[in-house]
């Protein structure tokens, strides 16, 4: 068993990178975001622990992160290569990764950190745009869609996510500054943490992942 790791703070199209990890690799994308908005919906325990610091747009504590992550690389779904990106978060997650590796012989292969300045990262995500029926991510400049404001999937309207406004993004990103340092130096002493230039086109980035991977034969 064994994960990569996509550190990236918002507009670093790191969610872009995981899809594409699963389109091109045996990685598949475990998310604790939308494992926790199941548990929610579907009203299990974990979901019932969560519910409320999701609606409050708090961290859920560790314990119950580390339980559905656990969970979920115990499924025996055949697959044993991880990615994730929205998860560890905090120090204490990295460190119950850890734990829960070495119990299962698994290793973390990459900690990729995708790197942009906010020059770039600040158009990208004014400029973004979200279909209210079918979710399908739009960018008024990069991917326009056909018809302004409305969806070419679905036909559904197109929105801006409230917390996607430019003294929004700031604060978004002076928070993931902060939540990321000791993660990113727990990483690199452990030798896994690789930079990656992410402002360039998605497939750029994914070309400088992909090599890093090819070369360690993963
Ligand atoms: P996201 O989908 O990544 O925007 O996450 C939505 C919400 O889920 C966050 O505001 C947290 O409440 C919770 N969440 C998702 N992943 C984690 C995590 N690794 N650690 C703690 N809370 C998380």
Same mark, same amino acid.
């Given at each position: 068993?064994?994960?990569?790791?996509?550190?990236? +703070?918002? +507009?670093?199209?790191?969610?872009?990178?995981?899809?594409?990890?699963?389109?091109?690799?045996?990685?598949?994308?475990?998310?604790?975001?939308?494992?926790?908005?199941?548990?929610?919906?579907?009203?299990?325990?974990?979901? #019932?622990?969560?519910?409320?610091?999701?609606?409050? +747009?708090?961290?859920?504590?560790?314990?119950?992160?580390?339980?559905?992550?656990?969970?979920? %690389?115990? &499924?025996?779904?055949?697959?044993?290569?991880?990615?994730?990106?929205?998860?560890?978060?905090?120090?204490?997650?990295? &460190?119950?990764?850890?734990?829960?590796? &070495?119990?299962?012989?698994?290793?973390?292969?990459?900690?990729?950190?995708?790197?942009?300045?906010?020059?770039?990262?600040?158009? #990208? %995500?004014?400029?973004?745009?979200?279909?209210?029926?079918?979710?399908?991510?739009?960018?008024?400049?990069?991917?326009?869609?056909?018809?302004?404001?409305?969806?070419?999937?679905?036909?559904?309207?197109?929105?801006?996510?409230?917390?996607? &406004?430019?003294?929004?993004?700031?604060?978004?990103?002076?928070?993931?500054?902060?939540?990321?340092?000791?993660?990113?130096?727990?990483?690199?002493?452990?030798?896994?943490?690789?930079?990656?230039?992410? +402002?360039?086109?998605?497939?750029?980035?994914?070309?400088?992942?992909?090599?890093?991977?090819?070369?360690?034969?993963?």
């Amino acid at each position: 068993m064994h994960a990569i790791i996509l550190l990236g +703070g918002p +507009g670093s199209g790191k969610g872009t990178a995981a899809d594409m990890l699963r389109k091109e690799t045996e990685y598949i994308h475990v998310s604790t975001g939308d494992m926790l908005r199941a548990a929610i919906k579907e009203g299990t325990p974990v979901g #019932r622990e969560a519910e409320k610091f999701l609606t409050e +747009g708090e961290l859920v504590p560790d314990d119950v992160i580390i339980r559905i992550v656990e969970d979920r %690389l115990d &499924e025996g779904t055949g697959h044993d290569a991880f990615t994730f990106a929205d998860f560890p978060r905090t120090l204490g997650q990295a &460190e119950l990764l850890d734990r829960s590796f &070495e119990g299962r012989n698994g290793s973390i292969r990459h900690v990729f950190c995708l790197k942009a300045p906010p020059e770039i990262l600040i158009p #990208r %995500l004014t400029g973004r745009r979200i279909c209210r029926s079918c979710g399908t991510n739009y960018h008024v400049v990069n991917i326009p869609p056909q018809v302004e404001g409305v969806c070419d999937n679905c036909g559904g309207e197109l929105y801006q996510r409230s917390d996607d &406004e430019e003294s929004t993004i700031r604060h978004r990103l002076e928070v993931y500054e902060d939540q990321t340092r000791d993660l990113i130096s727990y990483y690199d002493k452990r030798g896994v943490l690789a930079p990656v230039e992410a +402002g360039k086109a998605p497939q750029d980035t994914m070309g400088e992942i992909l090599e890093v991977l090819q070369k360690d034969g993963a």
